[in-house]
């Protein structure tokens, strides 16, 4: 299994990311994927889990509104939409197949700071 992360970087506040991850080794389609992060300090945080169609997303009370998970299972692709993002968002954001961050790749850096 390998999932890599990219598209992280550094925001000012109110500011909006886009972030990928792209998976192989695993049979992408059936599975539920996650987004999960750990800020600077502190422990893995679950963010969204998306249904292996798409058609079921769940998210964190603090990312809710906010951030937006799809995915594209024809290229085995999943995406996190992150707008009006805020300083406390700064963390390395992974996808994972479990809540808790099973096969998490290397994670991207998202930065919230003016």
């Known amino acids: 299994v390998e999932l890599v992360e990219s598209g992280g970087g550094l925001v000012q506040p109110g500011g909006s990311l886009r972030l990928s991850c792209a998976a192989s080794?695993?049979?992408?389609?059936?599975?539920?994927m996650n987004w999960v992060r750990q800020a600077p300090g502190k422990g893995l945080e679950w963010v969204s889990t998306i249904s292996p169609d798409g058609t079921v997303t769940i998210y964190a009370d603090s990312v809710r509104g906010r951030f937006t998970t799809s995915r594209d299972n024809a290229k085995n692709m999943m995406s996190l939409q992150m707008n009006s993002l805020k300083s406390e968002d700064t963390a390395l954001y992974y996808c994972?197949?479990?809540?808790?961050?099973?096969?998490r790749g290397q994670g991207t850096q998202v930065t919230v700071s003016s």
């Open positions: 994972a197949t479990t809540r808790t961050g099973a096969n």
């Open positions: 080794g695993l049979t992408f389609s059936l599975l539920f």
